[in-house]
């Protein structure tokens, strides 16, 4: 079992930069993929980035390469989301997920965070 909890959300101005991290419980956090997802009004939840259990393997979006990058710390258990370059669009919440394996496609994911909202004004 892994509980994860996001944070690092909050209101900035377009062209801005964030930094969310997702903390997870447990011992076995290092044997995980971890993704993260991000859910807008109205849309359906949507692919971000992803990594790998050692952190050699990262994965994004198209509409954010270049822009964010996943990266992990087994000794904190915990995974972050930096964001630069914030675009209204990116406006949503994002969750944080836990899986066997890395994956873009949520339903391989088999634990998931509350969500932290991000917003981003032009």
């Known amino acids: 079992q892994v509980q994860l909890v996001e944070s690092g959300g909050g209101l900035v101005q377009a062209g801005g930069s964030l930094r969310l991290s997702c903390a997870a419980s447990g011992r076995t956090f290092s044997s995980y993929a971890m993704g993260w997802f991000r859910q807008a009004p109205g849309k359906e939840r949507e692919f971000v980035a992803c990594?790998?259990?050692?952190?050699?393997?990262?994965y994004y979006a198209d509409s954010v390469k270049g822009r964010f990058t996943i990266s992990r710390d087994n000794a904190k258990n915990t995974v972050y989301l930096q964001m630069n370059s914030l675009k209204p669009e990116d406006t949503a919440v994002y969750y944080c997920?836990?899986?066997?394996?890395?994956?873009?496609?949520?339903?391989?994911?088999?634990?998931w965070g509350q969500g932290t909202q991000v917003t981003v004004s032009s």
């Open positions: 997920a836990a899986g066997q394996v890395v994956r873009t496609a949520s339903e391989m994911y088999d634990y």
């Open positions: 990594i790998s259990w050692t952190g050699a393997r990262t």
